[in-house]
């Protein structure tokens, strides 16, 4: 069983800048993919970025390509979201997810592919 714990939300101004991060317990960390997702008020939670084991590879959704940045540090079980120039529509929880799969060499944008999820964490962009 692999917990996931997301931190770093909070109120920001539009063009501004937060890092979210997203801990997870359990020794496998280091071979699964991860993923960030996030929920906007009234619509269906959407994928934002994926990185595969080793960072080799990252993938991001259009809408946050160029401004959103994923990484981790296997070392402590962390995944990142650097979140810059910030828009209003940027607004949702953002939720952290797992997939088990091990060494896996591309991420994926299926959140139904991810086993694990985390609690989430709000941002809210001000216009």
Do not use: H
């Not at 020794?27 to 970025?49: D, H, L």
């Not at 084991?53 to 991001?60: D, H, Q």
């Not at 959103?68 to 995944?79: E, G, H, M, P």
Request: charged fraction near 20%; hydrophobic fraction near 30%.
């Amino acid at each position: 069983q692999v917990q996931l714990v997301e931190s770093g939300g909070g109120l920001v101004q539009a063009g501004g800048s937060l890092r979210l991060s997203c801990v997870a317990s359990g020794r496998t960390f280091s071979s699964y993919t991860m993923g960030w997702f996030r929920q906007a008020p009234g619509k269906e939670r959407e994928f934002v970025a994926t990185i595969t084991w080793n960072g080799g590879s990252t993938y991001y959704a259009d809408s946050v390509k160029g401004r959103f940045t994923i990484s981790r540090d296997n070392a402590k079980n962390t995944v990142y979201l650097q979140m810059n120039s910030l828009k209003p529509e940027d607004t949702a929880v953002y939720y952290c997810a797992a997939e088990s799969t091990p060494w896996r060499v591309a991420g994926t944008r299926d959140e139904y592919e991810y086993d694990y999820w985390g609690q989430g964490t709000q941002v809210t962009v001000s216009s």
